[in-house]
Structures are given as C-alpha cells and as structure tokens.
C-alpha cells in the first residue's frame, strides 16, 4: 500500500485532542515574545539603512583578516561571502554608521584594499524601505479581507475565522523563530511570508472543501466532531506530501546554497522552512478545534434562537 492510502485511512481524532495542540506553540510563541521584547530582530541594512561594500574574496586578504579590520571602526556589521555572476566570489561588507564615519571608513577601506579586490561601495536608505513594507503590509491586510470575503461566499463565518487565526499563528511563529534563532530579515522574509501564506490558506481551504462536502452529504447523522477528524484525515496524506516534496526541493536548496555560499537564498529559503512546519501543524493540528468552537458555539446559538421563538 503506498504511503499516501496509508495516510488516508488513519483515524485520529483532531478535534477532541485540539486543547493539547496548543500547548507547543504557546510555548515557542511565548519565548519569541520574550526574545522580541528583550532583543527585537535582526534587521537587515534593507529596514536599518546603511553602507554595503563589495570586494574581492580572492584578493589578498582573507576574511578573518577583514573581521580584524572593521573591529576597528566600532560599528555593527556583517560580512557574507556571495557568488558573483562573473563566476568569482565576493565578499559583502555591510555596516552602519553616521555620514562623517562612512565616508571616513570606505576611504581607508580603498587603501586597505588594492584597486583589483575593490568593487564598489553603496548606500542603502531605509525609508525607502519602509515605504515598501508598509504598501506590503496593507496588500497583506487586502489579501485577508478578500479570504474573508471568499470563506463567507464559499464556505461559512467560521471556517473563515478559524483559517485567519491559523494564518495568524503560521505568521507569529516564523516571526518567533528568526528572533529566537537571530536570522536577519531582509527584503527576501517579505517574499517569504507571501509564499508561506499563500501554503497555508490552500491548506486550509482544502481542508473546509472537504468539511463543506461532509456536511452537504451527512446522510449517516456524523456529529460536527466526526464531520471534522474525516475531513482532516481524508487531506492528510495529500498535506503531508505535499511539504515533503516542497520542503525537500527547499532543503536541497539550502544546501547548495550553503556549499556556494549563497546567504541571500538562505535567509529566503530558512523562513520559508519554518512556515511550512507551521502551516502543516496550524492545518492538522489547530483548525480542527478552533473550526469546532466557532461552529459549535453558532450552531448552540442558532438552536436557542429557534427554541426561543417557538
């Protein structure tokens, strides 16, 4: 038997353990918290501002030996060795400092290096930046709304509430995670987020796909709780594979990029990782239950309703 029919002949039931299921987020969530609070991300020079420099890593100096040099200058900075398209490699130089520091730090930077290793030296603003997380940001809240609008033509109130409450948990926890793990964020984490929500609503909508289609269909009288565990049990095996096979290309790609000293795929592909676990557990694990309160508490409040005006 292959292992997706194996997975959708399982029998677990997801919504009456769901109180256990929030246990581990909760706590993962609470040590991001601690960290945000205590140390806040580690922004790139994309939302700081600040000075990159590009040279040479085949030139005559190593890199320990740069390190020793902008230890120096008394700045934050970061040095990442990249794959230039001309096939050699590069090192990226990014620091930040006040306007007098920077122009006196590239201008002994050029005499530390030999015109050959020297490639160039920009400026980053972080306006700009914050100009384009803010457009982001409101095209992320439009995206909600128009999901709410959809759930509400497509399925009920409830699925639409319990799916922006997992999208909410998958977002906190990879925020969580790059905190707690010191990842920087750059302009890269946007384009991640976007992929991991765009996972976890397809997720959740094939999951009330089949709820909805239980519930058209309920000639044998399965109660709410039932409806749900078959409906997440009969999506299991397409869930899972689904991130296997997403979740392997992206950890083949992390990989290589490791080998080719590729950081700006790394930081790309890393909070990617992290969502897909999320997506995958708020989808198996969190939906069911929430899905049961909501539903639960419109259909008691539909009956009182009805016993009421009789």
Same mark, same amino acid.
């Given at each position: 038997?292959?292992?997706?029919?194996?997975?959708?002949? %399982?029998?677990?039931?997801?919504?009456?353990?769901?109180? *256990?299921?929030?246990?581990?987020?909760?706590? !993962?969530?609470?040590?991001? !918290?601690? @960290?945000?609070?205590?140390?806040?991300?580690?922004?790139?020079?994309?939302?700081?501002?600040?000075?990159?420099?590009?040279?040479?890593?085949?030139?005559?100096?190593?890199?320990?030996?740069?390190?020793?040099?902008?230890?120096?200058?008394?700045?934050?900075?970061?040095? %990442?060795?990249?794959?230039?398209?001309?096939?050699?490699?590069?090192?990226?130089?990014?620091?930040?400092?006040?306007?007098?520091? #920077?122009?006196?730090?590239? /201008?002994?930077?050029?005499? @530390?290096?030999?015109?050959?290793? *020297?490639?160039?030296?920009?400026?980053? =603003? /972080?306006?700009?930046? =914050?100009?384009? #997380?803010?457009?982001?940001? *409101?095209?992320?809240?439009?995206?909600?709304?128009?999901?709410?609008?959809?759930?509400?033509?497509?399925?009920? $109130?409830?699925?639409?509430?319990?799916?922006?409450?997992?999208?909410?948990?998958?977002?906190?926890?990879?925020?969580?995670?790059?905190?707690?793990?010191?990842?920087?964020?750059?302009?890269?984490?946007?384009?991640?987020?976007?992929? #991991?929500?765009?996972?976890?609503?397809?997720?959740?909508?094939?999951? @009330?796909?089949?709820?909805?289609?239980?519930?058209?269909?309920?000639?044998?009288?399965? %109660?709410?709780?039932?409806?749900?565990?078959?409906?997440?049990?009969?999506?299991?095996?397409?869930?899972?594979?689904?991130?296997?096979?997403?979740?392997?290309?992206?950890? #083949? +790609?992390?990989?290589?990029?490791?080998?080719?000293?590729?950081?700006?795929?790394?930081?790309?592909?890393?909070? !990617?990782?992290?969502?897909?676990?999320?997506?995958?557990?708020?989808?198996?694990? +969190?939906?069911?239950?929430?899905?049961?309160? $909501?539903?639960?508490?419109?259909?008691? %409040?539909? =009956?009182?309703?009805?016993?009421?005006?009789?």
């Amino acid at each position: 038997m292959k292992l997706g029919e194996k997975l959708k002949n %399982t029998n677990f039931n997801f919504a009456r353990n769901g109180r *256990w299921f929030f246990v581990a987020p909760a706590i !993962i969530l609470l040590i991001g !918290i601690i @960290f945000l609070a205590t140390m806040g991300f580690n922004l790139g020079l994309e939302f700081t501002g600040g000075t990159i420099v590009s040279v040479s890593a085949d030139g005559e100096h190593t890199k320990a030996e740069i390190e020793t040099k902008m230890d120096t200058y008394n700045v934050k900075y970061t040095i %990442t060795e990249e794959q230039s398209t001309s096939g050699g490699t590069n090192y990226s130089i990014k620091f930040n400092a006040n306007e007098t520091e #920077v122009e006196n730090i590239i /201008a002994d930077l050029k005499e @530390f290096f030999n015109d050959d290793d *020297w490639h160039k030296a920009e400026s980053i =603003q /972080a306006t700009t930046t =914050q100009e384009t #997380v803010l457009r982001v940001f *409101w095209s992320i809240l439009a995206a909600l709304a128009g999901l709410i609008v959809y759930m509400l033509i497509r399925f009920k $109130f409830t699925a639409g509430m319990a799916t922006i409450l997992a999208l909410a948990h998958d977002v906190l926890m990879i925020c969580s995670l790059m905190s707690i793990f010191r990842i920087e964020i750059n302009a890269s984490f946007i384009a991640a987020i976007l992929t #991991v929500m765009a996972y976890s609503i397809n997720n959740s909508l094939v999951v @009330f796909d089949r709820v909805r289609t239980f519930e058209k269909n309920n000639t044998e009288n399965f %109660t709410l709780e039932q409806i749900i565990n078959k409906s997440i049990n009969r999506t299991l095996g397409r869930s899972i594979l689904t991130v296997a096979t997403t979740l392997g290309t992206l950890l #083949v +790609l992390t990989v290589i990029s490791l080998i080719m000293h590729l950081s700006s795929l790394i930081e790309f592909a890393l909070p !990617i990782i992290f969502g897909l676990f999320a997506g995958t557990y708020s989808s198996l694990f +969190l939906i069911a239950p929430l899905y049961q309160q $909501f539903e639960g508490a419109r259909l008691y %409040t539909k =009956q009182r309703k009805s016993i009421e005006t009789k």
